[in-house]
């Protein structure tokens, strides 16, 4: 199993530019989740997802959309990038419906810059 | 939404034990308490999971009082490897979108 996969690596962006951050798991996971980490600011719940169809809004979705057609994808959409969506980001997913009483896999992260 | 707070970092030495503790006093009923281990660059990775009293794994063990407003992470016998940041979560009492990491506690293991 390849785990949770993120693409790209890196990427930078201009401000009003959109792009999709990629995460795919293997691992027919229902939940899978989009966090960003910023420098001192620890790890912040952007969206998730129980299930292909269903997604909801965690601490800090302004700026960000997300769409769930299959298990194994979960993009993230910039529509209009800006400066402050400079940040690392990470896709995670766990089993039976997700939450803390399942383990969270985590993907490598996608640093993002935007100028 | 259960707020953890955690000390900032820790300094400790190669072969000792440490604990690490995280206060949630606002802890819901049905909330689990985990821990989590980062690496630079890397994603976080789950370490260990508890509810009450204490659980122990290959890695780590958790302490939990009965009130549950607290936790230790302890791990025994330290090495380099083990310099990361350790996040301890609370959440889940009413849904899933109160999971939050916080800003985590910096272990830094010296020789």
């Known amino acids: 199993n390849a785990g949770v996969t993120q693409t790209p690596k890196f990427q930078v962006l201009k401000t009003g530019q959109s792009m999709t951050l990629q995460c795919a798991q293997d691992m027919n996971h229902e939940y899978m989740s989009w966090y960003r980490q910023d420098p001192g600011m620890g790890l912040r719940l952007i969206h998730y997802s129980v299930g292909a169809g269903i997604t909801d809004q965690g601490e800090v979705p302004n700026g960000y959309n997300v769409s769930r057609s299959t298990t194994e994808d979960f993009p993230l959409r910039l529509l209009s990038a800006a400066p402050s969506q400079t940040s690392v980001y990470f896709c995670a997913s766990s089993s039976l419906g997700g939450g803390l009483r399942d383990e969270q896999f985590f993907g490598p992260g996608t640093r993002l810059t935007v100028l | 939404l259960a707020k953890t707070t955690q000390p900032i970092s820790m300094d400790s030495y190669e072969g000792q034990e440490v604990n690490i503790t995280c206060s949630h006093n606002?802890?819901?009923?049905?909330?689990?308490i985990t821990w989590y281990q980062q690496f630079p660059s890397q994603g976080p990775r789950f370490i260990i999971q508890?509810?009450?009293t204490k659980v122990t794994n290959e890695v780590a063990s958790l302490f939990i009082p009965a009130d549950r407003k607290s936790s230790t992470l302890s791990l025994p016998r330290v090495s380099l490897s083990d310099t990361a940041v350790y996040y301890c979560l609370v959440g889940l009492g009413s849904g899933y979108s109160t999971l939050t990491f916080g800003k985590g506690t910096m272990l830094l293991v010296s020789p």
């Open positions: 606002n802890i819901a009923t049905n909330d689990y």
């Open positions: 508890g509810y009450k």
